[in-house]
């Protein structure tokens, strides 16, 4: 979006409670074959193609009696009673527990795992997985995973913690060694590492924010600098070396599983447990997870999902999160943010206005926000400086993290990292021009500039700037997916930097499309080794959907779009088009959006909130009318851009009505 309107300018969280408003995607494992019919003959009966084999995954944490209902302190907890409900509305409805052998040896191709295999998981290592659980699991003779915490099991006596929800709780609270191994040598109970001591937050930035310690680089307020790449890896292999030797001190074998604090990990965490002998772990977001007999050994167990057991789950709704169809596609709304609006020379007026943005986006209750990483304070689209700490851009300001991590935790909504894919601005302009995408001028390339300043695709030295600034973006900051920006398009007379030292010589429509997909999708891969769970969108020019010949002006395809990316995030913004009568404008682009087989369930609307032709800003009514008749339409996601919270405006009350959705993962469908 190259015209924009500008504006005027704690202590510890509970991650998993963020966690559960986020990437709620359940999976449903499952493909069907087909038949060709030919002459009079009647084909066969089609055979189903083999699904792989799968299994899901419940976590657990404290089981008591003396719970209070929704008013209860601890949302984790459930009661000894309900506990044996689920387990007995698992025996009866078609699930199997299983065992840490039984998940191995499937995956080795030595035992087929039954229809509805779930596995049971105990998180934390407190003293009610020996008192309440156990007898349970020797009851029904169901096995599970006990998770503990090394530094919590070895406290001294006096030792003391703040632990979420409970308040204080000492060592008294902690399953003890001895009972640990009584549970193992039962055969039911897999004891597994929550770490040594990474159940925790750490300084994430300089302003303080506490987060996840196995995934972040700790910020030094004394030193104003961040844990190097190889002082955080030597960290994490040092929590887990000895969080595994003391269970293998004290219980004779060193653990097979790890479970991420929080459910937070990365490709990084991963290779380590690996390497220590940890082929299964576990992470927090919800899913089922297949077992491809394909894969490399180990490979299908990194950060398995698992259903979060909360607020005394009843049986109904623990039924509607496991049998949850893939087909039930949940509303995206978006809210478009410019971090340029909260950013000001004064970090106390730079605090105010962050303010002003979560108290707005927690009155709106969207389900996302795309989030602008980079600063472009010109309005153009090209970014000259980034709002992280990176290798190659100055940094406008450290702000990108603290306000992508307070939208997720205080207020609930996924994030999505707003970024340019092509339109980086270089400090050295010669270096700069160098890399840039081309067009010919007689027998010479020269940069070609027609808005965005942009770094060739074909220019190898250009793509590893690229792919090096988004891995900087995902060493250092948590959220949910990436949103490319609009300047991921060439035009019909870009790009010679393909065909060097070939005069008038470009790449077909098609190719340069076709690369502009796979740069995003290697880019993506590069920025999941840190963030494994991320998605992606990319916003597409809405000519391009209603005239898909356009292709040839943009190198953007919008069928191909929609195999690529989580969300094509169109950009749906009559005025800016030129249309004459905006409603009617928008019925043809969701006509042709639905024509094309996927297009409603995988396309965000993007309206726009100001005209940028006189400028002013679009009424708050008008533009919640355009999202009404969306919806009536058939669209199915949708949002706006931009949000200018400073101001206000679009007004609140039309927007909400139009936009919010009901965010509580556990309220029944």
């Known amino acids: 979006m190259r015209a924009r309107m500008r504006g005027v300018h704690g202590g510890p969280v509970w991650w998993v409670l963020a966690a559960l408003g986020l990437g709620l995607g359940f999976g449903v494992q499952g493909c069907t074959g087909g038949a060709a019919i030919e002459g009079d003959v009647p084909a066969p009966a089609p055979l189903p193609e083999p699904t792989l084999p799968s299994f899901q995954v419940l976590s657990y944490h404290d089981v008591r009696d003396d719970l209070e209902g929704d008013l209860d302190p601890d949302r984790f907890a459930v009661s000894t009673e309900r506990l044996i409900e689920h387990i007995e509305w698992l025996l009866e409805n078609g699930y199997t527990p299983v065992s840490v052998d ?73 399953v003890s060694w001895d009972a640990l191994r009584e549970m193992q040598a039962s055969g039911l109970v897999e004891v597994a590492t929550h770490s040594w001591d990474m159940h925790r937050g750490v300084i994430g930035n300089p302003f303080g924010n506490e987060q996840p310690a196995a995934v972040t680089r700790i910020f030094s307020p004394e030193s104003g600098s961040y844990e190097s790449e190889e002082e955080y890896r030597a960290r994490v292999r040092a929590d887990l070396e000895q969080a595994s030797r003391r269970i293998e001190e004290e219980l004779g074998r060193a653990p097979r599983v790890v479970v991420w604090p929080y459910g937070e990990y990365s490709e990084v965490t991963e290779e380590i447990a690996s390497e220590l002998g940890m082929p299964i772990s576990l992470g927090l977001r919800p899913g089922e997870r297949g077992l491809d007999p394909a894969a490399p050994a180990g490979a299908g167990f990194a950060g398995v999902p698992r259903y979060v057991i909360t607020g005394n789950l009843s049986v109904p709704d623990l039924s509607w999160f496991l049998r949850r169809s893939q087909s039930a596609v949940s509303p995206v709304r978006v809210v478009h943010v410019d971090l340029d609006y909260v950013y000001d020379e004064d970090p106390a007026q730079t605090e105010r206005n962050l303010d002003v ?252 909130a100001v005209d940028w032709r006189r400028p002013a800003p679009i009424p708050g009514e008008r533009l919640a009318s355009w999202m009404e008749r969306l919806e009536r339409r058939g669209a199915i996601h949708f949002g706006y851009y931009p949000d200018d919270f400073i101001r206000g405006l679009p007004e609140l009350e039309p927007v909400r009505r139009a936009l919010s959705v009901e965010r509580d993962p556990w309220a029944r469908r």
């Open 102 to 174: 039984d998940l191995l040896a499937a995956e080795r191709g030595e035992r087929v795992l039954p229809e509805g295999a779930i596995l049971l998981t105990f998180d934390d290592g407190l003293r009610s997985v020996y008192t309440k659980v156990f007898p349970v699991l020797q009851l029904y003779r169901v096995p599970a995973v006990v998770a503990v915490v090394g530094s919590w099991q070895d406290a001294p006596a006096g030792w003391t913690l703040e632990y979420d929800g409970l308040g204080t709780i000492t060592s008294d609270d902690i």
């Open 357 to 608: 943005l979560l108290d707005r986006i927690q009155a709106i209750r969207p389900t996302t926000v795309y989030l602008q990483a980079f600063a472009d304070p010109e309005g153009d689209g090209t970014a000259v400086e980034l709002y992280f700490p990176n290798r190659h851009l100055p940094m406008r300001a450290d702000l990108f993290n603290r306000v992508a991590w307070q939208l997720r935790t205080r207020v609930g909504v996924e994030v999505f990292a707003w970024m340019p894919l092509l339109a980086f601005e270089l400090p050295d302009s010669a270096r700069n021009d160098a890399l840039s995408v081309k067009r010919w001028e007689g027998d010479r390339a020269v940069p070609s500039r027609p808005d965005y300043r942009r770094l060739s695709p074909w220019i190898p030295e250009a793509r590893t700037i690229i792919h090096e600034i988004f891995e900087d973006l995902a060493r250092g900051a948590a959220f949910d997916g990436i949103l490319f920006h609009d300047d991921a398009y060439l035009n019909d007379s870009e790009d010679a930097s393909a065909h060097p030292g070939e005069p008038g010589r470009l790449p077909d429509a098609r190719t340069k499309t076709l690369a502009l997909l796979d740069l995003t999708d290697e880019v993506a891969a590069t920025v999941r080794r840190y963030r494994p769970a991320i998605r992606t969108a990319r916003n597409l020019y809405a000519r391009v959907v209603l005239e898909p010949h356009s292709e040839e002006w943009f190198a953007q395809n919008f069928e191909l779009s929609l195999e690529r990316y989580d969300q094509t995030a169109v950009m749906a913004m009559p005025y800016m088009e030129g249309a004459r009568n905006p409603e009617r404008w928008l019925d043809r682009l969701v006509d042709a959006v639905e024509a094309v087989p996927g297009g409603l369930e995988g396309t965000v609307f993007e309206l726009q």
